[in-house]
Nanobody
Framework: QVKLVESGGGLVQAGDSLRLSCAVS????????MGWFRQAPGKEREFVAN????????GYADSVKGRFTISRDNTKNTVYLQMTSLKPEDTAVYYC???????????WGQGTQVTVSS
């Protein structure tokens, strides 16, 4: 069992920055992939970014590439999502998730709300 707890969401203005954190506990493994997803009102949940816990290799959705950065701190068992140049369309509930390849994302946090005003 893996437990994920997100924090760091809030209300910001367009152009601001925000850093989300995801604290990971439980039965973890260096082979896990950690991902950030988001879901805006009335829309389906979408992929934002992911990171290989062991190698640190990352991937991003085109909509956030160049603005968001995913990272991890192995000593703190925490994954971060640094968001810059935020836009109103980034408004969503952001979720942290984990998967053990070749499986799907099967552990999810409770989500943290990010609201970007114009």
């Amino acid at each position: 069992q893996v437990k994920l707890v997100e924090s760091g969401g809030g209300l910001v203005q367009a152009g601001d920055s925000l850093r989300l954190s995801c604290a990971v506990s439980g039965r973890t493994s260096s082979r896990y992939y950690m991902g950030w997803f988001r879901q805006a009102p009335g829309k389906e949940r979408e992929f934002v970014a992911n990171i290989n816990w062991s190698s640190g290799s990352t991937g991003y959705a085109d909509s956030v590439k160049g603005r968001f950065t995913i990272s991890r701190d192995n000593t703190k068992n925490t994954v971060y999502l640094q968001m810059t140049s935020l836009k109103p369309e980034d408004t969503a509930v952001y979720y942290c998730a984990s998967r053990l390849p070749p499986g799907q994302y099967n552990y999810w946090g409770q989500g943290t709300q990010v609201t970007v005003s114009s």
